[in-house]
């Protein structure tokens, strides 16, 4: 069965947003509402699986709709949303938990980063949530997802979901009219090389909002002098900078730095080398921060614009979600005849 080609994807407003969040995912997302039907949508549901205050919750919420927007993209393309306004994503999630297997949720590994050592105090959604992951991008028959490394094993997840859906109503799923699989099994979209952005304090670990240090992380909202404050003391090395990429090998946090630089600037690392070879961290720096700011900075104005208009946040949401079910709630009647449910 030829499935429309549809791109899902989300981010969960359980944190501030940060350089890495837009580097690595939200600015990625803005080409592909050229070549595709594209579906954005801010995953509140996944975001309960750990204690959020409900004010930041509905802050963050907006936040990230807003950042979507800001970044570039364009509400009328992509369909943006947030997800608990459409109920068949917990609904189909519900049945996916009787579809998938105990053994493959314990072999998640972000469910044993995230519940630690004291996994018995865990919530029960945090243990079950890549069944949510999986509805999120089932519920539209998506075909691909822009998704990080640390998202790879949920992806598969929701393929062999899909797969076991697909055999276990096989009948059912011809007798309901449909030739073939009834889910697609999606795809990774390969969207080019992702930056995956380092603690200014810390190359070996990522950019994270629960970093210790404030100075670690540049958020989108950070205004322009906080933006170089931070970049001006972040953690490098006595070198200068190399001449070309191999140079950086073994320098985690000046391959960081140059690395921010080059996805900032959207050029190559050896572009950036070839500019900054052989000069010191008090040239380069002062260049970052400018270049930051120039990017960040109008995102962030226009962030706080939508954040304070909530009347029209509130009108592109809702517009979306309504669009969103549009495309769901013909799936769950199919889903729902296929199980064997009395409608």
């Known amino acids: 069965m030829a ?26 997302f803005v080409p592909l509402q050229e070549t595709h039907e594209t579906i954005y949508c801010v995953v509140d549901m996944h975001a309960i699986t750990v204690w959020q205050e409900p004010q930041d919750l509905r802050r963050r919420t907006y936040e990230i709709a807003a950042a979507y927007i800001a970044a570039g ?15 068949e994503h917990a609904e189909l999630s519900w049945i996916f938990n009787c579809v998938a297997r105990m053994g493959w949720m314990e072999r998640m590994t972000q469910y044993k980063d995230k519940a630690g050592e004291n996994a018995e105090n865990a919530s029960l959604g945090l243990f079950a949530y890549p069944s949510l992951m ?6 539209y028959k998506s075909t691909a997802v822009p998704v990080g490394e640390d998202q790879r094993q949920h992806l598969e997840l929701t393929r062999d979901i899909a797969k076991k ?16 699989d009834f889910f697609p099994i999606t795809e990774t979209l390969a969207t080019g090389p992702a930056m995956r952005v380092k ?13 210790a240090s404030d100075l670690s992380t540049i958020y989108m909202l950070d205004g322009a002098d906080l933006i170089a404050k931070k970049i001006k003391r972040a953690t490098t090395d006595a070198d200068a900078l190399p001449s070309e990429a191999t140079g950086l090998a073994g320098r985690a946090e000046a391959e960081n730095l140059v690395g921010i630089y080059a996805a900032l600037s959207n050029v190559s690392v050896d572009a950036v080398l070839g500019e900054f070879g052989g000069q010191g961290w008090g040239s380069f720096k002062p260049a970052l921060a400018e270049l930051a700011v120039s990017v960040l900075s109008p995102i962030a104005d226009e962030m706080q614009r939508l954040v304070a208009e909530r009347g029209e946040m509130d009108a592109i949401l809702r517009d979306g979600a309504a669009r969103a079910r549009a495309i769901a709630q013909p799936v769950m009647d199919d889903v729902r005849n296929i199980v064997g449910f009395v409608r």
């Open 73 to 87: 993209l364009d509400p009328k393309k992509s369909i943006i949303f947030n997800q608990s306004q459409v109920i």
């Open 165 to 180: 859906f697909n055999h276990d109503f096989k009948k059912q799923i011809k007798a309901n009219g449909h030739k073939g």
């Open 199 to 211: 603690s200014l304090k810390d190359g070996s670990k990522k950019m994270s909002k629960s970093d």
């Open 134 to 139: 999986a509805a999120d991008i089932l519920l």
């Open 3 to 28: 499935f429309t080609p549809r791109v899902f994807s989300g981010i969960q407003p359980s944190g501030d947003l940060h350089l890495g969040n837009y580097l690595g995912a939200i600015r990625r």
